[in-house]
Nanobody, 118 residues
Framework: VQLQASGGGLVPAGGSLRLSCAAS????????MGWFRRFPGEEREFVAD????????TYADSVKGRFTISMDNGKNTLYLQMNRLKPGDTAVYSC????????????WGRGTELTVSS
C-alpha cells in the first residue's frame, strides 16, 4: 500500500486545516488507518486512527475535541480535520496503514508539515 499525505501549511493559532492521505495499491488488506506526528527532535506520536470501514475512531488526548478523522472509501482517502490549532500542534504529520492480522502500523506515507503561528 502506498500512502501520500498532503495539505500541510502555515496556519495562525486558532485556525483550521484539513490533511488528506491518498492510499493506493492493495488497500483491501488494510484494517485501520491513522495519523501520527513528529515534533522536531522527538519521537513520532499517535494522533488519531479509525477502521477503514468506518467507526472505531480513537484520538490522542491532546487533540480530542479539536481534530476529527474521517475516511472516503470511494476515493481511498483518509482525512484529518484540525480545528482550533495551537502552536504546539506544529509538527510533521504522516499517515499510516495497519493490515488485518498485524499488531502495528507498517505502511507509512511521506509526511506533510504543519506550522501553527502564535
Amino acid at each position: 500500500v502506498q500512502l501520500q499525505a498532503s495539505g500541510g501549511g502555515l496556519v495562525p493559532a486558532g485556525g483550521s486545516l484539513r490533511l488528506s492521505c491518498a492510499a493506493s495499491g492493495r488497500t483491501v488488506s488494510v484494517w485501520r488507518m491513522g495519523w501520527f506526528r513528529r515534533f522536531p527532535g522527538e519521537e513520532r506520536e499517535f494522533v488519531a486512527d479509525m477502521s477503514v470501514r468506518g467507526g472505531g475512531a480513537t484520538y490522542a488526548d491532546s487533540v480530542k475535541g479539536r481534530f476529527t478523522i474521517s475516511m472516503d472509501n470511494g476515493k481511498n482517502t483518509l482525512y484529518l480535520q484540525m480545528n482550533r490549532l495551537k502552536p504546539g500542534d506544529t509538527a510533521v504529520y504522516s499517515c499510516a496503514a495497519r493490515f488485518f492480522g498485524r499488531d502495528d502500523y507498517e505502511s507509512w506515507g511521506r509526511g506533510t508539515e504543519l506550522t501553527v503561528s502564535s
